[in-house]
């Protein structure tokens, strides 16, 4: 920039020849390093003849050649004698001027101090560092998730600068891979993560860990991912340690493993070269969901998968030999697996399992015996028979319950109506519940919040129209995210989800929820509206 700086005090062959050398070294338009020089002029010319003018610079593009004036408007009564003129004096500058023209009054070139031509290089400075800033984030706005090579710069806290010749990007810590030591002078693959407009100018943030960079680095070593011919539809990683890839092949002649992994392995290894030696386990992938989980927990071998799509979990019953692997070393692969499949997985052994289905048959049983007041022969055959909740009985048709061997349609109709029943049971103590936390009636109005759901906003402090209008739909319906765990009765590390979670209402009816508590807001800013409505 010393260049362009001494552009204030250059003659005009040198001020042409000292744009385009700032031009090309800052890659930027010439023009924009002229209109730099030009601001720059004329900051100083009104500097040296008054703020108050309206003074213009022009620098002709070829020549070099400057040209200074003062712009001025012809008035029949001047007021403002710096940006004004009288019809006589217009005339004498510019024969023919009529009022409300805006004349042309030239000026003498100007020398510059040492003031105004510091004053002058801080404006070239600042307006050819916007330009090449705005160059760099057009140059890579469009380019996240391409991967780059670049240089290291230099290390700071942690974070790795990359010269990406154009530009810098940073790897931040947490987008490294650990015990990788990049150090100064480096060359260095990273995927661009995201690219920001900063006030310091735009941030290019590259990532080593990101699950798409190895995923960029097959499309570069499989030819026929980079064709299309192969997909790969998920990827899960553990920086530096272990990854698992999920791939899919569109021509059923072509193996999608096989041609991930290679001749003798050469296609994968230069993938895991790049990331450090992290161990790499390609799995194919499958619509079913249930074969996914089965693949993805390779090397495990899998007996049994259950699926319960109303919590996003997953239940894998596995030998009991084959419980440590299926886990794997802190929890590894099972985690990687949950990555893949979106899905939290419940890892548990036969015996497990089987311990567990006996408690849920019991629990339902008695639930029934004392629900139903029914003996605990029939409860157990509604349970044996798949029925695990009172709803499920009292909606159910009728004609489903009284083709179980030995119900007749009395009997079916019988146990609906104790069903009913006891639905109404609990919400009438739901009810009173409800009342004693001091939960209002008002709630009780609003879509889909049932007796028990407002007995736990109770428990939450929620108690008014206000206090539920004033939650976000998060707050109120999230899904609690679980991580995985290797065994049923073991406890859940999860995070605190949203207050009704556990009924499972999905995110429209959350927000129709929020929308019925805020009505009263709308009602009353509308009743303000009309007494505030002059008579």
């Given at each position: ?203 290019i943030f590259l990532s080593r ?114 419980l440590s692997l299926a886990i ?208």
């Open positions: 920039m010393a260049t362009a700086a001494s552009a204030v005090s250059a003659n005009k062959a040198e001020l042409i020849a000292i744009a385009d050398a700032v031009a090309r070294e800052k890659l930027i338009d010439r023009m924009i390093v002229i209109e730099a020089m030009e601001d720059a002029i004329q900051r100083a010319a009104r500097a040296r003849y008054g703020a108050e003018n309206d003074i213009r610079a022009k620098l002709d593009p070829t020549s070099g050649d400057l040209r200074l004036w003062r712009v001025v408007e012809v008035v029949e009564e001047v007021e403002d004698y710096f940006k004004q003129v009288s019809l006589e004096d217009a005339q004498k500058l510019q024969p023919g001027a009529n009022l409300g023209d805006f004349i042309v009054d030239p000026l003498p070139p100007i020398e510059f101090g040492r003031i105004a031509a510091q004053a002058a290089k801080q404006v070239i400075f600042q307006k050819v560092r916007d330009a090449e800033r705005e160059r760099q984030y057009e140059e890579f706005k469009d380019r996240v998730g391409e991967i780059i090579t670049g240089v290291v710069k230099r290390v700071e806290f942690g974070h790795v600068v990359v010269d990406l010749g154009r530009a810098e990007g940073v790897i931040r810590r947490d987008q490294q891979i650990p015990r990788e030591v990049l150090r100064v002078g480096d060359r260095t693959r990273s995927i661009i993560s995201n690219v920001r407009r900063e006030n310091r100018g735009p941030q860990a990101h699950p798409d960079f190895m995923k960029k680095l097959f499309a570069q070593e499989v030819p026929e991912i980079y064709d299309g011919i192969i997909e790969i539809k998920a990827a899960a990683r553990d920086p530096g340690s272990r990854a698992k890839i999920g791939v899919l092949s569109h021509d059923s002649s072509i193996d999608p493993v096989g041609a991930c992994v290679g001749m003798k392995g050469s296609r994968v290894q230069a993938v895991v070269q790049e990331l450090q030696g992290e161990k790499i386990d390609i799995i194919p992938w499958s619509p079913d969901l249930a074969t996914f989980v089965v693949n993805a927990l390779q090397p495990a071998t899998v007996s049994r998968v259950v699926i319960d799509e109303e919590e996003s979990r997953i239940e894998v019953v596995v030998p009991d030999d084959q794997g070393r802190r929890g590894q692969n099972v985690r990687l697996a949950s990555q893949l499949t979106a899905s939290a997985i419940d890892i548990m052994t036969e015996a497990d399992a089987s311990e567990k289905r006996q408690r849920e048959f019991v629990e339902r049983s008695e639930m029934f015996m004392n629900e139903l007041d029914v003996d605990e022969t029939l409860a157990q055959l509604l349970v044996a028979e798949g029925f695990g909740a009172l709803e499920e009985v009292a909606y159910v048709e009728a004609e489903e319950l009284s083709s179980i061997e030995g119900f007749d349609e009395e009997l079916a109709a019988e146990l609906q109506n104790r069903a009913a029943e006891a639905l109404e049971r609990r919400e009438a103590a739901a009810r009173e519940e409800r009342r004693g936390l001091g939960v209002e009636d008002a709630l009780a109005e609003i879509p889909y919040l049932t007796e028990q759901m407002l007995v736990t906003l109770g428990k939450a402090g929620i108690k008014t129209l206000d206090d539920l209008a004033d939650l976000a739909t998060d707050e109120l319906i999230a899904r609690r995210r679980v991580e995985p765990r290797r065994r049923q009765e073991s406890s859940r590390s999860e995070d605190k989800g949203g207050i009704l979670a556990e009924y499972g209402l999905n995110e429209e009816q959350g927000n129709e929820i929020i929308m019925a508590a805020r009505a009263h807001w709308f009602e009353e800013e509308g009743e303000d509206a009309v007494a505030e409505t002059p008579q």
